[in-house]
């Protein structure tokens, strides 16, 4: 059976693990995590907790987080990050990954 020419669609839920399974795997080759695990944590809870958040609010929440830890971070790029965060259901791997990405030094 050729797959030529044919769509190959994909559940939310293998697009999904596809995404944490490239995170990790960028995660084990990169030694400097800026995190920690308690702070993404505490972070994810606030996110879950405040339910009815939207993506202005989350981005903004984003945005406090790192500038309580001394980076810069556009509120664009924070919305962006914030957005691909909730589509992830807030798994800690992608939420590490973006919190990495927007982190800049100042």
Known sequence: MSLIGKVVERSESEVMTAMIDKVMNERVTND???????ELAALR???LQGGMMDSYE???????????RGYGVSPK???DAAGRVEMAGCALPVLQHELENLAMVM
């Open 32 to 38: 400097k995590d800026r995190f920690t695990a308690t």
């Open 58 to 68: 989350a981005a903004e929440l984003l945005q406090v987080f790192l500038m309580g």
């Open 77 to 79: 790029a924070a919305l």
């Open 45 to 47: 809870s606030d996110l």
